[in-house]
């Protein structure tokens, strides 16, 4: 399973960008979703996740900003960011996991899997 992230940009403080996040391959379903970020220098970070059930969680320096969500249909995941400040900057991440198409014989169930996006740029100036 493949993610491919995309929507980040160059935005003023106060702006707002929407992430997206496509999954593809053999997948049968998503479990939990997340993105993540990553600012120079600093080490990569959670922001948000989404589980299979619609319940999400925020990191506090997001809260009341941002919102994860996805549509099922079209294995999409998004994240809608607000407010946008020079601190948000970063490369942001998407991360799913959850249970392929392919049957393994020796397991006798679905493979599963947990796949990365490649990262899209986010850079907020004041």
């Known amino acids: 399973v493949q993610l491919q992230a995309s929507g980040g940009g160059s935005v003023q403080a106060g702006g707002s960008l929407r992430l997206s996040c496509a999954a593809s391959g053999s997948i049968g379903g998503i479990n939990t979703a997340a993105w993540h970020r990553q600012a120079p220098g600093n080490q990569r970070e959670l922001v948000a996740t989404?589980?299979?059930?619609?319940?999400?969680d925020y990191a506090d320096s997001v809260k009341g900003r941002f919102t994860i969500s996805r549509e099922n249909a079209k294995n999409m995941v998004y994240l809608q960011m607000n407010d946008l400040k020079p601190e948000d900057t970063a490369v942001y991440y998407c991360?799913?996991?959850?249970?392929?198409?392919?049957?393994?014989?020796?397991?006798?169930?679905?493979?599963?899997?947990?796949?990365w996006g490649q990262g899209t740029l986010v850079t907020v100036s004041s």
């Open positions: 989404i589980t299979n059930r619609d319940n999400t």
């Open positions: 991360n799913a996991d959850g249970q392929t198409t392919n049957w393994d014989r020796t397991q006798r169930k679905f493979q599963t899997f947990d796949s």
